[in-house]
T-cell receptor, first 116, second 110 residues
Framework: EAQVTQNPRYLITVTGKKLTVTCSQNMNHEYMSWYRQDPGLGLRQIYYSMNVEVTDKGDVPEGYKVSRKEKRNFPLILESPSPNQTSLYFC???????????????FGPGTRLTVT | QKEVEQDPGPLSVPEGAIVSLNCTYSNSAFQYFMWYRQYSRKGPELLMYTYSSGNKEDGRFTAQVDKSSKYISLFIRDSQPSDSATYLCVPAGGGNKLTFGTGTQLKVEL
C-alpha cells in the first residue's frame, strides 16, 4: 500500500529536550515536505526537499532541522523544543513533475506534539 | 492580507443539500487550484484539481475557478454525512509550493 508514515503519532516532551519525528514514504517520490498545522493559521511549510541531499527552508523554519540522506526518509529534528512548537505536524511527499508542479501531495497521518 | 482566505465555518447542512464552499486569493501568479479534504485526525488528501479558469466536475463535486475575480468555489451535490470534513483551498503557481487556506469545516447531518 502506497503511504507516508510518521512516528511517533503523539508526543509530549519538555522544553529543551531534543526530539526527532520520522517520516518515510514508499512511493519513490523525489519531493518531501514538513508542515505544521495550527488553528486559524492553517498548514504552513517548515522545510522541503527536492531530492536526496537537497533541502530548503519553507515559511516557518526557525527551530527546526531536517536531513535527506535517503530518498524514502525525511526526519524532522527539534534540537531544543519550546512551547511555541506545540502543534500538529504533517509530512508529505509527491513526485516531481515537469508540468503542473507537485500539486498532488500525499500526507502522513500527523504527529501531535506537545512541549511543556 | 492572507494569500488565501476561507470562511472557517463550521457550515452545517442537512443530508442531500447542495453545499457551496468558497475561497479568495490574492496572488495573480496562481494558476493551479486544488481542493484538499481533511477528515478529523487525518492528513489532507487531494480531492480535486483544476488549471486556470473554468469548471471541472467529478461525480458529486464541481470545482469552479474565476481568475479575474480571484475566486474559487467547490460545490457538493447530494451531500452525505461522509462528506463531513474540513475542505482546504490550495492555489499554486506551479513548481512545488502549495499555499493552503485555513479550511472550512463542513458538517452534513442526517
Amino acid at each position: 500500500e502506497a503511504q507516508v508514515t510518521q512516528n511517533p503519532r503523539y508526543l509530549i516532551t519538555v522544553t529543551g529536550k531534543k526530539l526527532t519525528v520520522t517520516c518515510s514514504q514508499n512511493m519513490n517520490h523525489e519531493y518531501m515536505s514538513w508542515y505544521r498545522q495550527d488553528p486559524g493559521l492553517g498548514l504552513r511549510q517548515i522545510y522541503y526537499s527536492m531530492n536526496v541531499e537537497v533541502t530548503d527552508k519553507g515559511d516557518v523554519p526557525e527551530g527546526y532541522k531536517v536531513s535527506r540522506k535517503e530518498k524514502r526518509n525525511f526526519p524532522l529534528i527539534l534540537e531544543s523544543p519550546s512551547p511555541n512548537q506545540t502543534s500538529l505536524y504533517f509530512c508529505a511527499s509527491s513526485s516531481s513533475s515537469s508540468s503542473g508542479g507537485n500539486y498532488e501531495q500525499y500526507f502522513g497521518p500527523g504527529t501531535r506534539l506537545t512541549v511543556t | 492580507q492572507k494569500e488565501v482566505e476561507q470562511d472557517p465555518g463550521p457550515l452545517s447542512v442537512p443530508e442531500g443539500a447542495i453545499v457551496s464552499l468558497n475561497c479568495t486569493y490574492s496572488n495573480s501568479a496562481f494558476q493551479y487550484f486544488m481542493w484538499y479534504r481533511q477528515y478529523s485526525r487525518k492528513g489532507p488528501e487531494l480531492l480535486m484539481y483544476t488549471y486556470s479558469s473554468g469548471n471541472k466536475e467529478d461525480g458529486r463535486f464541481t470545482a469552479q475557478v474565476d481568475k479575474s475575480s480571484k475566486y474559487i468555489s467547490l460545490f457538493i451535490r447530494d451531500s452525505q454525512p461522509s462528506d463531513s470534513a474540513t475542505y482546504l483551498c490550495v492555489p499554486a503557481g506551479g513548481g512545488n509550493k502549495l499555499t493552503f487556506g485555513t479550511g472550512t469545516q463542513l458538517k452534513v447531518e442526517l
